[in-house]
């Protein structure tokens, strides 16, 4: 990052008189939208909720509830439900080309589309009670996306499409509280058709991600850093990288190697020309506390609860004085499941620890160069996966 802000300060100072960079590159217009927008500027319809958690926190739900040119029969399409993963938005799900984007395909395939925003990112950091603002807002980790998020948004798809059952996406940290949700809430596991798991996350101990750094750091010098609220917000600097800088011709590698520091390298499949809308919505924000939740996995190699600190504030959030575990083999929903052999963060050996565990595991296929960005952005996800998934969904809607 210090790299890339040396690189836009140069920018700034002389790219935009002298060329010095390189001449820009158009600007893609999705770059300044919100997520209604980017739909619609396909020419998608697009709907747009708000979702009250049991907690008070207000999600930013959205819906394409059919493709272009599919509009009939809309109170029976089987419904999908796609959830995003740590540090990122509903956006990644809309971000490239229609028929590379896997909603878009979704929504031609004839299915009713639904994209969930995890709290604290941008389109979540509402709060019936607590500012964002204050630490009380911030204060949450994974553990209450799976606990109050996807039970709330689930209820919500329900009871506003008729659909008993769903299909459930979920990609990196969407599948972690997919995990957990589905594993200690049975009555929202019967919700769930099928589990369409992208570079699943459980147990991070294998991890070749700047995660394994954070997870030396002490907690009380991890919250000096970086406080104890927002983690790594998106931003005016996060804009201006994607306007400014990344679209240069001579530039966009630098940044999307900045990318794939977090997840592994595949530049070859990476659309450049949409790296500008990739780093405009991009991170999206987290909290510190959820962070340090991912950096403690580092550390324990297990699947737990996060860690208050100590045997008190275990026992007083708890009942017991460490964090329980979760156990995915408790979870009976039927799940497929597409795993990456170059995935810094869903490392495959974790992948491979965890495949035993699931106990109604229908399909698994690891993809070998793929990365953990690639799921959702590669350009060509939709031949390695994204027609298999509609495949696969055509025969459980049978």
Known sequence: ?????????????FG????????????????????????SFWGYPSEEYDVVTEDGYILGVYRIPHGKKNSGNR??????????????????????LPNNSLAFILADAGYDVWLGNSRGNTWARKNLYYSPDSVEFWAFSFDEMAKYDL???????????????????????????????????????????????LAPVATVKYTKTLLNKLSLVPTFLFKIIFGNKIFYPHNFFDNFLATEVCNRETLNRLCSNALFIICG???????MSRLDVYLSHNPAGTSVQ???????????????????????????HYNQPTPPYYNVTAMTVPIAVWSGGNDWLADP?????????????????????????????????????????VSMLAEDTK
């Open 349 to 389: 050996q974790d992948v491979d620890n965890l495949i035993p565990k699931l106990t109604n595991l229908k399909y698994h296929r690891k993809i070998p160069p793929y990365n953990h960005l690639d799921f959702i952005w590669a350009m060509d996800a939709p031949q390695e996966l994204y027609n298999e998934i």
């Open 75 to 96: 109170d029976h399409r089987p419904v999908v439900f796609l959830q995003h993963g740590l540090l990122t938005s509903a956006t990644n799900w809309i971000a490239n």
């Open 151 to 197: 039970p709330a948004t689930i209820d919500f798809i329900v009871k506003k499409t008729g659909q008993e059952k769903l299909h459930y996406v979920g990609h990196s940290q969407g599948t972690t509280i997919g995990f957990i949700a589905f594993s200690t809430n049975p009555q929202l596991a019967k919700r769930i058709k099928t589990f369409y798991a």
């Open 16 to 39: 935009t008189t002298h060329g010095l960079f390189g001449k820009l590159t158009p600007d893609s217009p999705e770059v300044t939208m919100n997520i209604s927008q980017m739909i």
């Open 290 to 316: 959820n962070v340090l939740h991912w950096s403690q996995a580092v550390k324990s190699g297990r699947f737990q609860a996060f860690d208050w600190g100590s045997p008190a504030q275990n026992k007083m």
């Open 265 to 271: 390298f595949d530049t070859k499949n990476l659309n």
């Open 1 to 13: 990052m210090w790299l890339l802000l040396t690189v836009a300060s140069l920018v700034s100072a």
